[in-house]
């Protein structure tokens, strides 16, 4: 056994070597996995009391910190959702932790409905998601406390602001879909925890229809064929008639839907299957005004399409394509548009991303017809759409846009179809003036020769080769879009560049850009961030020694992959929440739901392609590193934080 090195706080290393289908895997710091263990707590203890006193000594942390304060209070605002003429949106001004939950009455009076520090004064409390009911009259919300996401979830009368019923717990990833006149909705519960093994809790839920004002414990259960059989999540939607309900469910984290659909009656439905796990596509799928299903899906279309058909005829060889794929674009979101004074007939708006910039198209809701495009601000990213709801007829013909871009807080954008011209709302409520910056998008070339495109942000005037923050994610099929970002802002603000990389494993060139990324291929994404280090350095806007990464979750597995493969090309790393024990990350919170994307150490074929690049394994002794940044909540639920404590303890006795 041998101490870390004397600067550092002393952490015992383990002989521990285990034989994994044939791989000898060491683990010298498994006794870091338990945080409750008084060594745990003594050696993370002194790694805090180290970095801060390290930190507090750093020059020109005061100035940074007051550049970053004004340009986190620009706040935020939300494009509206209506209801019955009823708009409900979300605000937050300079001074607040949360944003306020609004409710603009159709008369245009605004009033606050829900604040989540009124409820908790000590602001650990949070609104993790909210929904009216199709009247206006009602609204269920979900809260939570101190970062658990084990949300309880409430219903008030939106005139009174008074609860109607009593709070509901086990509600953690819920979804709920109101049925008409408020008095039921369906909604998404976990199992109690004595109806599962211990620890199984969190990956079982049930869907209940609940009348408002009984006991939960007497809901129904909605049920249908291989509907509770191996999905973690699931997303329900009814139809504004109350007619249909249509069920999502996943599998973990899964790029798989299966779709089910019931005819709602006074008795609880029983669900017929649209698509199962083995279709292998992704679908949203819904109940639309003129009593059609649409389904927004990958089938045949790795970039999206739109098809629809009859309810009650909604297997996939009744399907009619509605709007095919873009072989540039990626189709994110669809919304039905009335006509309004414009008359004509309805309209769908089409939420696309081209190259992870956003953009709409208008096309008829009647056989797909292009019929143009709404002018937006500028290249950025759409955040929020929505439209008015049938019984808000005097706002037909009109489509609210949630809109960033980097250098541009939150704003809401309205776009009327009479004039054809788009016009700002709302504004976040403390924006402020931004660093003067230059803003750009380059492609460069990856290892295997893939074209991939970054989002650069540099200070205005000549190019020079200045320290450079490099940022992206690349898993999950999660796109990073060019959004307001004032940690990036400051960083430039004082003198550097800053890059964000559309790395593949993400979604922002479709699926397949997605599936480049993932398990067997998800080397593509450290070459990809490799090469987008060195495009930069060839472009002379830095160099290797001046050059630093960040990355959290997902992307913190990336940045720690990336300075485990090429210490020498990065000079820091900020790795934050990271995953980096790749062989034991399914044994932890809900590492399990994620093997469809990483794969599965329990596999001898899967555990060699976590084994090729898992961070915590492929610390060298000898190797002088960047030197890296962890950072960790105690109270994740997503990554444990013993990932980074081990690799702490790792890099510490190498370097």
Same mark, same amino acid.
């Given at each position: 056994?041998?101490?870390?090195?004397?600067?550092?706080?002393?952490?015992?290393?383990?002989?521990?070597?285990?034989?994994?289908?044939?791989?000898?895997?060491?683990?010298?710091?498994?006794?870091?996995?338990?945080?409750? =263990?008084?060594?745990?707590?003594?050696?993370?203890?002194?790694?805090?009391?180290?970095?801060?006193?390290?930190?507090? +000594?750093?020059?020109?942390?005061?100035?940074?910190?007051?550049?970053?304060?004004?340009?986190?209070?620009?706040?935020?605002?939300?494009?509206?959702?209506?209801?019955?003429?009823?708009?409900?949106?979300?605000?937050?001004?300079?001074?607040?932790?949360? %944003?306020?939950?609004?409710?603009?009455?159709?008369?245009?009076?605004?009033?606050?409905?829900?604040?989540?520090?009124?409820?908790?004064?000590?602001?650990?409390?949070?609104?993790?998601?909210?929904?009216?009911?199709?009247?206006?009259?009602?609204?269920?919300?979900?809260?939570?406390?101190?970062?658990?996401?084990?949300?309880?979830?409430?219903?008030?009368?939106?005139?009174?602001?008074?609860?109607?019923?009593?709070?509901?717990?086990?509600?953690?990833?819920?979804?709920?879909?109101?049925?008409?006149?408020?008095?039921?909705?369906?909604?998404?519960?976990?199992?109690?925890?004595?109806?599962?093994?211990?620890?199984?809790?969190?990956?079982?839920?049930?869907?209940?229809?609940?009348?408002?004002? &009984?006991? $939960?414990?007497?809901?129904?259960?909605?049920?249908?064929?291989?509907?509770?059989?191996?999905?973690?999540?699931?997303?329900?939607? +009814?139809?504004?008639?109350?007619?249909?309900?249509?069920?999502?469910?996943?599998?973990? *984290?899964?790029?798989?839907?299966?779709?089910?659909?019931?005819?709602?009656?006074?008795?609880?439905?029983?669900?017929?299957?649209?698509?199962?796990?083995?279709?292998?596509?992704?679908?949203? +799928?819904?109940?639309?005004?003129?009593?059609?299903?649409?389904?927004?899906?990958?089938?045949?279309?790795?970039?999206?399409?739109?098809?629809? *058909?009859?309810?009650?005829?909604?297997?996939?060889?009744?399907?009619?394509?509605?709007?095919?794929?873009?072989?540039?674009?990626?189709?994110?979101?669809?919304?039905?548009?009335? $006509?309004?004074?414009?008359?004509?007939?309805?309209?769908?708006?089409?939420?696309? =991303?081209?190259?992870?910039?956003?953009?709409?198209?208008?096309?008829?809701?009647?056989?797909?017809?292009?019929?143009?495009?709404?002018?937006?601000?500028?290249?950025?990213?759409? @955040?929020?759409?929505?439209?008015?709801?049938?019984?808000?007829?005097?706002?037909?013909?009109?489509?609210?846009?949630?809109?960033?871009?980097?250098?541009?807080?939150?704003?809401?954008?309205?776009?009327?179809?009479?004039?054809?011209?788009?016009?700002?709302?709302?504004?976040?409520?403390?924006?402020?003036?931004?660093?003067?910056?230059?803003?750009?998008?380059?492609?460069?070339?990856?290892?295997?020769?893939?074209?991939?495109?970054?989002?650069?942000? *540099?200070?205005?005037? $000549?190019? +020079? %080769?200045?320290?450079?923050?490099? &940022?992206?994610?690349?898993?999950?099929?999660?796109?990073?879009?060019?959004?307001?970002?004032?940690? =990036?802002?400051?960083?430039?603000?004082?003198?550097?560049?800053?890059?964000?990389?559309?790395?593949?494993?993400?979604?922002?060139?479709?699926?397949?850009?997605?599936?480049?990324?993932?398990?067997?291929?998800?080397?593509?994404?450290?070459?990809?961030?490799?090469?987008?280090?060195?495009?930069?350095?060839?472009?002379?806007?830095? &160099?290797?020694?001046?050059?630093?990464?960040?990355?959290?979750?997902?992307?913190?597995?990336?940045?720690?992959? %990336?300075?485990?493969?090429?210490?020498?090309?990065?000079?820091?790393?900020?790795?934050?929440?990271?995953?980096?024990?790749?062989?034991?990350?399914?044994?932890?919170?809900?590492?399990?739901?994620?093997?469809?994307?990483?794969? &599965?150490?329990?596999?001898?074929?899967?555990?060699?392609?976590?084994?090729?690049?898992?961070?915590?394994?492929?610390?060298?002794?000898?190797?002088?590193? $960047?030197?890296?940044?962890?950072?960790?909540?105690?109270?994740?639920?997503?990554?444990?934080?013993?990932?980074?404590?081990?690799?702490?303890?790792?890099?510490?006795?190498? @370097?």
């Amino acid at each position: 056994m041998e101490a870390t090195h004397s600067i550092y706080p002393e952490a015992e290393r383990l002989d521990l070597v285990e034989d994994l289908h044939g791989h000898r895997v060491a683990d010298p710091y498994r006794w870091l996995e338990d945080a409750d =263990a008084p060594a745990t707590k003594t050696w993370s203890a002194a790694q805090d009391a180290l970095t801060r006193a390290h930190l507090d +000594a750093l020059p020109g942390r005061a100035g940074l910190t007051a550049t970053l304060h004004d340009l986190f209070s620009a706040g935020s605002v939300s494009a509206p959702l209506w209801r019955a003429g009823r708009a409900f949106f979300t605000r937050r001004v300079p001074g607040q932790e949360h %944003a306020l939950l609004h409710v603009r009455e159709p008369d245009g009076t605004e009033r606050v409905l829900l604040d989540p520090v009124e409820i908790d004064p000590s602001g650990l409390t949070t609104l993790d998601s909210w929904v009216p009911d199709w009247e206006g009259r009602q609204l269920a919300y979900w809260l939570s406390r101190g970062g658990d996401e084990q949300s309880v979830l409430h219903v008030l009368d939106v005139t009174t602001g008074e609860e109607v019923e009593q709070p509901i717990d086990r509600c953690r990833y819920s979804s709920l879909t109101w049925l008409p006149g408020g008095a039921e909705f369906f909604f998404v519960r976990m199992v109690r925890p004595d109806e599962v093994e211990p620890g199984q809790q969190p990956f079982h839920r049930r869907i209940w229809r609940h009348r408002i004002g &009984t006991d $939960p414990d007497t809901d129904e259960l909605v049920d249908g064929p291989g509907l509770y059989g191996t999905y973690n999540y699931y997303l329900v939607r +009814a139809s504004r008639d109350g007619r249909w309900l249509v069920v999502t469910g996943n599998l973990g *984290t899964a790029r798989r839907d299966s779709v089910w659909i019931a005819e709602v009656g006074e008795r609880t439905p029983r669900l017929t299957p649209v698509l199962t796990q083995d279709d292998d596509v992704q679908c949203t +799928a819904w109940v639309e005004r003129d009593g059609l299903l649409y389904l927004h899906t990958t089938d045949g279309a790795p970039r999206w399409r739109l098809a629809v *058909t009859e309810p009650t005829a909604p297997g996939r060889e009744h399907w009619r394509e509605l709007v095919p794929e873009d072989p540039e674009s990626v189709l994110q979101a669809v919304r039905r548009l009335e $006509p309004g004074p414009a008359g004509g007939g309805p309209l769908l708006a089409l939420a696309r =991303a081209r190259h992870a910039v956003g953009e709409v198209d208008l096309v008829s809701a009647a056989d797909g017809t292009p019929i143009g495009t709404v002018p937006l601000p500028g290249t950025g990213s759409i @955040t929020g759409l929505t439209v008015a709801d049938q019984d808000t007829p005097q706002r037909a013909g009109q489509l609210w846009l949630g809109w960033t871009d980097l250098v541009t807080p939150a704003q809401v954008h309205r776009f009327d179809l009479a004039t054809g011209r788009t016009v700002l709302e709302a504004v976040a409520p403390g924006a402020t003036a931004v660093p003067e910056v230059r803003t750009e998008q380059r492609t460069f070339t990856s290892a295997d020769g893939t074209t991939v495109r970054m989002f650069v942000l *540099t200070p205005p005037g $000549p190019s +020079a %080769a200045r320290p450079t923050l490099v &940022t992206g994610y690349g898993g999950f099929a999660i796109s990073r879009e060019p959004t307001y970002t004032p940690s =990036a802002l400051a960083w430039v603000a004082a003198g550097g560049g800053y890059a964000l990389v559309s790395l593949r494993g993400g979604s922002e060139e479709g699926e397949q850009w997605h599936l480049g990324g993932n398990r067997a291929n998800k080397q593509n994404v450290f070459d990809d961030l490799h090469a987008a280090a060195e495009a930069l350095i060839a472009a002379g806007d830095t &160099t290797a020694d001046r050059l630093a990464i960040s990355g959290g979750s997902n992307g913190g597995l990336l940045v720690g992959a %990336a300075f485990t493969q090429r210490p020498s090309l990065y000079r820091a790393v900020v790795c934050s929440a990271p995953l980096l024990d790749m062989v034991r990350y399914e044994e932890f919170s809900l590492g399990r739901t994620w093997n469809d994307e990483y794969g &599965t150490a329990a596999d001898p074929v899967e555990l060699g392609w976590l084994l090729s690049y898992s961070p915590y394994h492929h610390v060298e002794p000898g190797t002088e590193y $960047p030197a890296v940044l962890f950072t960790v909540f105690d109270s994740d639920s997503r990554v444990d934080p013993l990932h980074a404590r081990k690799m702490c303890a790792a890099l510490q006795h190498a @370097t």
